[in-house]
């Protein structure tokens, strides 16, 4: 764990110095630790959440109680000392301004967050700004935005056309511009990524979006093994499914075969 805790100067330096920047999601106390405690550099408490722990079928259902919930865990787990970006749920920053900052400062005052992403373009770019304005550090999420995935008719590749491309571009120098901190390029063409990550001053995290990003992030449980289907842009760097499934069998096998407990586990 670093000695001092990261700030969004930390990662302007780390851009400028061509570091790359290292963000992993996490949804408990202990992922979240152990994920310090090797390196990653900041934790985003995605609202995946509702996909990888909750059983949901995408985003949307996730709540601000849920989020909440799951950043707090976040915090308490690497002891205040990581730097955590709660990530805004679904309608808990379109309704009003005045909703919106609300909700952002409950994840900075009650949940001990740095900062909130939200996604979107042009759409967020003024809440963008009243929001770095009222003090709260803002990660923005262009491209594939899954809470919008009904609306664009599915999961689909950002920047594939002339015109998205300068879409894209134009959004992201507009979101710099209103204060984001950060930016999060979702699958979006490399060759796009590449030139929007040369034009700004901010970083730019990837996911399936090429290597030429300021940094990464990923999934935790797409990396780990724990997701029934693994997405393109992930690399499985574990099978903690096969590994979980064969402690619980042997668990199991052994309760019943009445092999465990034994008297090394028993108290007198």
Do not use: W
Not at 76 to 82: K, L, V
Not at 116 to 138: H, I, N, S, W, Y
Not at 233 to 245: D, F, G, I, S
């Amino acid at each position: 764990m670093a000695e001092q805790k990261p700030s969004v100067s930390t990662f302007r330096k780390m851009k400028r110095e061509q570091k790359p920047i290292v963000m992993l999601t996490a949804y408990d106390a202990p992922t979240a630790a152990l994920a310090v405690k090797c390196g990653v550099d900041l934790l985003l408490v995605g609202d995946s959440v509702g996909n990888t722990m909750l059983g949901y079928s995408s985003t949307i259902p996730v709540t601000m109680e849920e989020s909440l919930h799951h950043c707090r865990a976040v915090v308490r787990g690497t002891q205040s000392n990581a730097f955590v970006i709660g990530d805004m749920p679904f309608m808990s920053y379109h309704v009003s301004e005045e909703s919106a900052l609300l909700n952002a400062a409950k994840f900075l005052q009650d949940a001990g967050c740095d900062a909130v992403k939200m996604e979107g373009g042009f759409d967020v770019v003024p809440l963008v700004k009243r929001m770095t304005t009222a003090g709260v550090p803002v990660c923005a999420h262009i491209g594939l935005c899954p809470q919008q995935v009904k609306v664009q008719g599915g999961y689909r590749i950002a920047g594939r056309t002339e015109d998205a491309a300068e879409r894209l571009m134009q959004e992201a120098l507009a979101l710099e511009e209103a204060g984001a901190f950060m930016i999060v390029l979702e699958c979006v063409t490399a060759p796009v990524a590449d030139k929007i990550s040369k034009a700004l001053s901010i970083p730019i995290i990837g996911i399936g979006s090429g290597s030429a990003c300021d940094g990464q992030v990923q999934v935790v449980t797409d990396i780990l093994g724990l997701s029934g289907y693994i997405p393109k842009h992930a690399k499985r760097y574990a099978n903690l499914a096969a590994v979980m499934e064969e402690a619980f069998t042997n668990y199991v096998e052994d309760v019943r075969s009445k092999q465990f407990p034994t008297a090394e586990n028993a108290h007198q």
